[in-house]
């Protein structure tokens, strides 16, 4: 009769202690929930942040390509050195593929504005100057960081080959 107790008390002890650590497993799981949930927001700004930057980016290239392409043109001659219109139709087919410049004409007010002008060198020669401002399409705000839209502003300078 003892040993039958003995066994009984065994079996429940066994059964308090696969109770006790199914609990506890489960109180993991509830904690990797806890944690995936606390960061799941920093994950998401983290991806934003990465999105808009190459965009940016994206954008920060195709302005100094245009800069570049408007001041070698105007560095030709005398008579192109401050030739905006040139300039700013070479800068616009060179930002055509920027998302926030489709129908625009001009270059005399933003997103867009180019600028061209005679300067001297810094070694004295005449110089050809173009300087191309273009403000960004719209970003997701991330407050404190990105407040929407971004200015770029590029200039590029060039002596005149002849």
């Known amino acids: 009769m003892q040993s039958l107790l003995t066994l009984s008390r065994t079996i429940s002890e066994k059964r308090a202690v696969s109770s006790s650590s199914e609990r506890r497993k489960n109180r993991v799981k509830g904690h990797a929930v806890i944690e995936a949930s606390l960061l799941m927001p920093m994950l998401a700004f983290l991806f934003v942040g990465t999105f808009d930057m190459g965009f940016y980016l994206y954008d920060l ?5 245009a800069a570049r392409v408007a001041v070698e043109y105007t560095a030709t001659s005398s008579f192109t ?10 800068a616009r087919a060179e930002l055509a593929n920027v998302p926030n ?3 625009v ?3 005399g007010s933003l997103p867009l504005k180019v ?4 300067v001297t ?21 991330i407050p404190g960081l990105l407040t929407g839209r971004l200015n770029i502003t590029r200039t590029a300078q060039m002596r005149l080959r002849s």
């Open 105 to 107: 004409s001009s270059c």
């Open 121 to 141: 060198g810094t070694d004295g020669s005449a110089a050809s100057q173009v300087s191309v401002q273009y403000q960004s399409s719209l970003f997701i705000p």
């Open 61 to 65: 290239i195709n302005v100094e390509n």
């Open 101 to 103: 410049l489709v129908g």
């Open 81 to 90: 050195q401050s030739d905006a219109d040139t300039a700013c139709t070479l």
């Open 115 to 118: 600028t061209a002008s005679a």
